[in-house]
C-alpha cells in the first residue's frame, strides 16, 4: 500500500536514544509491510544520542517507506499517547526500539482479524532473546470468558502476562483511558487492566514479536517505580478505566504491588523503602505474612543482612 492509504494496523516504535539498536526494529517491520495493510511510525522522544541521524539515514535507505515524527522527551506514556494521535490504523502495536517484529506477523495479524472481526486485542505469542543469543518461546494466555476474571488473572494471580509488542489494540480502547504520563514505569499495566476488562479480546498461537532481554540496573528500574509507587492502584482502578464490578479486586492488588514494590526495593538495596512497602502490604494484607518468600526477604532487611 501507499503512503496515502489508510492502514488497517499501524506499528508505533516509540525511540529514546536508541540509535543501537533502532535499525534492527525498523528493518524487521519494513521487511513485511508489503504482506498486509500496515503503517510503520517511528516517534523519536527528544533522544540525545545519535538517533534522529540513524532514522534520516534509515529514510533515505528507504524513501517514502515509513514517517518519523521528533517530539521533545517526555517518556513512554507521552510517545504513545502522541502515537493514538498520528497514527492511521485500526489497530496500535508498540514495538519498543530495541525489540523486533516477527517474521509474517503482520500477515498473521491481518489473517486473524478476518476470521475475528470483533476482536479488540489480539495477544500474540513471543520469543524472549537473551544476551547470549539463547531464546525462549512463550505462548499467548488463556483467557477466561469473564472480564472480571481475565482482570484478575492480570493483575493478582499473574497468569495473563502482556507484551506490548506481541499484542495488537483497537484504537477505540484507548477512550476510557491513554497511557498515564505521569508513571514513567508500569505505566501500561492500567491500560492493558481497562482493555482486559472492557472489551473483546483473542490469543494467536504465533510469536508476534522478539523481545530482547538486557540486564538493566536494578536501581535504575526502581526509581522509577519507586517514584510512581502505589498511587498507580488508584489509576488502575479510576472509575473511567474499571466500573464497580471491577473494585472487589482493588485490596488484592494493593498487597501484591505492595509486594511487588518491596521486592524490587530489597533487589536495589534500597533497605528503608523495602520496610515501607512491606509495611504496606502487612497493613492490607496480614496473611502476606505467610508468603515465604516475601518474610524471608523481610527479615533480612529487619535484621540488616540486606
Not at 507521552?78 to 526500539?97: C, H, K, W, Y
Not at 483473542?202 to 530482547?212: E, G, K, N, R, S
Not at 511487588?260 to 526495593?265: G, K, W, Y
Not at 518468600?293 to 535484621?303: C, E, F, H, M, N
Amino acid at each position: 500500500m501507499t503512503m496515502s492509504e489508510r492502514p488497517q494496523l499501524s506499528v508505533v516504535i516509540p525511540a529514546y536514544n536508541y540509535a543501537a539498536t533502532v535499525t534492527r526494529a525498523v528493518e524487521s517491520v519494513l521487511a513485511q509491510l508489503h504482506e498486509a495493510s500496515a503503517e510503520l511510525l517511528v516517534i523519536d522522544d527528544g533522544s540525545t544520542d545519535q538517533t534522529p541521524q540513524v532514522l534520516a539515514d534509515l529514510q533515505a535507505r528507504f524513501p517514502g517507506t515509513f514517517r518519523v515524527l521528533r517530539k521533545d522527551n517526555g517518556g513512554l506514556s507521552s510517545v504513545r499517547n502522541r502515537g493514538i494521535d498520528e497514527a492511521r490504523g485500526d489497530f496500535l502495536i508498540f514495538l519498543d526500539a530495541d525489540d523486533e517484529m516477527a517474521p509474517g506477523a503482520l500477515q498473521t495479524l491481518s489473517e486473524h482479524l478476518k476470521s475475528n472481526p470483533s476482536s479488540k486485542m489480539i495477544i500474540g505469542g513471543h520469543w524472549s532473546v537473551f544476551a547470549d543469543g539463547k531464546r525462549a518461546l512463550h505462548q499467548p494466555p488463556v483467557l477466561s470468558e469473564s472480564p472480571l476474571a481475565r482482570v484478575r488473572d492480570y493483575l493478582i494471580d499473574k497468569r495473563i502476562a502482556l507484551s506490548n509488542g506481541a499484542c495488537a489494540m483497537h484504537r477505540d480502547v484507548f477512550e476510557p483511558g491513554r497511557y498515564p504520563e505521569s508513571f514513567r514505569s508500569a505505566e501500561d499495566i492500567p491500560v492493558f487492566a481497562q482493555v482486559l476488562g472492557n472489551y473483546p479480546c483473542t490469543v494467536l498461537a504465533q510469536p508476534l514479536a522478539l523481545i530482547h532481554k538486557h540486564d538493566d540496573s536494578l536501581r535504575h528500574q526502581f526509581q522509577h517505580a519507586k517514584a510512581g509507587g502505589l498511587a498507580l492502584v488508584d489509576e488502575v482502578f479510576a472509575s473511567q478505566r474499571l466500573g464497580p464490578e471491577f473494585q472487589v479486586l482493588r485490596a488484592a492488588f494493593y498487597a501484591q504491588r505492595s509486594l511487588s514494590l518491596f521486592r524490587s526495593a530489597y533487589l536495589a538495596g534500597d533497605r528503608a523503602a523495602a520496610k515501607q512497602f512491606f509495611r504496606a502490604a502487612v497493613r492490607q494484607d496480614w496473611r502476606v505474612l505467610f508468603k515465604l518468600t516475601y518474610a524471608r526477604k523481610a527479615l533480612r532487611v529487619w535484621l540488616g543482612l540486606a
